[in-house]
């Protein structure tokens, strides 16, 4: 390999820098950062794309974006905090400086979805990579023909981006539900599992629909069941996959199912390809 052939290689591991402009907490354990590139242009990325965040002198992490594409002068991210790179994350605020890979993955394929149904079923964190194709769907309205979004979380306190919810609730083009399975006294909504909240569809045209899924691997059992059940092909509902990602280009094999490289050809899947995969969901 030539020296340029190894610089170039090398390449696809070094972060460009960005800035952090503005953070808050959603919940007590998810933050949400909005981002913009030092190069001052935009991310470019796919709805259902993800990055890798270098936190410096400490390591990095995949993380999902939660915004649009159509939102271009930056972007967004809703964190857990769950390991050190995350824990360091939450202790920062506007103004800090970030370093990023990407963005990887297939993403969603919106071109296919124009002019039909979509069904959006979104589980816990989930919300989090469903919410920016929601928001590119919202923002193009008029590609798309009925939306229907179906959320579930824990609990009233786990429900992430309220006031997008609210927003979304009070869309006259927009059919949204939300569910919790442990309700608290001020909870005056719908209370049970997310695919309790299939029996509110009833204008869905599932031989025209997609369906979008994201949450944790419990729930992709049931939820697809559900889809399959009123009709939705195996080839049209699509889940995106979580699966202990790393280095987000195919070399370290964390996320290796297989022959598959979740980070290379996915995190997006059709049920039809990921259904024979072991360990898929």
């Known amino acids: 390999m030539t020296v340029e052939e190894k610089d170039r ?23 949400f950062f909005r981002v913009v590139l030092d190069h001052g242009g935009p991310l470019g990325h ?48 506007a103004g800090a400086e970030i370093g990023l890979r990407g963005p990887y993955g297939n993403g969603f394929d919106m071109e296919a979805m ?3 149904d979509v069904l959006f079923v979104a589980g816990g964190l989930g919300m989090a990579p469903a ?3 929601i928001k590119y769907v919202l923002d193009k309205r008029h590609d798309f023909n009925i939306v229907t979004i179906l959320y579930g979380a824990k609990n009233p306190s786990e429900l992430l981006f309220k ?12 059919d949204f539900h939300v569910t919790v399975d442990r309700p608290d006294d001020s909870w ?11 029996r509110n569809i009833s204008n869905i045209d599932a031989r025209n629909a997609w369906a979008v899924v994201v949450g944790p691997p419990v ?26 990602m790393k280095c987000g280009v195919g070399k370290c094999g964390h996320c290796q199912i297989s022959n598959v490289y979740v980070c290379k050809e996915g995190p997006v899947f059709t049920y039809s390809q990921i259904k024979r995969l072991r360990e898929g969901i």
């Open 9 to 31: 290689a090398a390449a696809i591991f070094k972060p460009e820098t960005g800035r952090i402009v503005a953070a808050r907490m959603l919940t007590e354990t998810e933050k």
């Open 46 to 93: 796919k709805p259902g794309q993800f990055v890798e965040v270098s936190i410096f002198g400490i390591g990095e992490a995949p993380i999902s974006i939660c915004s649009s594409p159509t939102q271009e002068d930056s972007f967004e991210m809703c964190v857990r905090n769950v390991g050190s790179v995350t824990n360091a994350m939450h202790q920062m605020g």
């Open 114 to 116: 124009k002019g039909r």
């Open 131 to 133: 919410r920016g194709v």
């Open 163 to 174: 006031e997008d919810l609210e927003e979304w609730q009070a869309r006259p083009d927009c």
């Open 188 to 198: 005056k909504g719908n209370t049970g599992v997310i695919t309790t909240l299939f």
């Open 219 to 244: 729930m992709y059992k049931y939820v697809i069941l559900e889809a399959l059940s009123i009709g939705i092909p195996e080839s049209r509902i699509l889940c995106s996959l979580e699966r202990r």
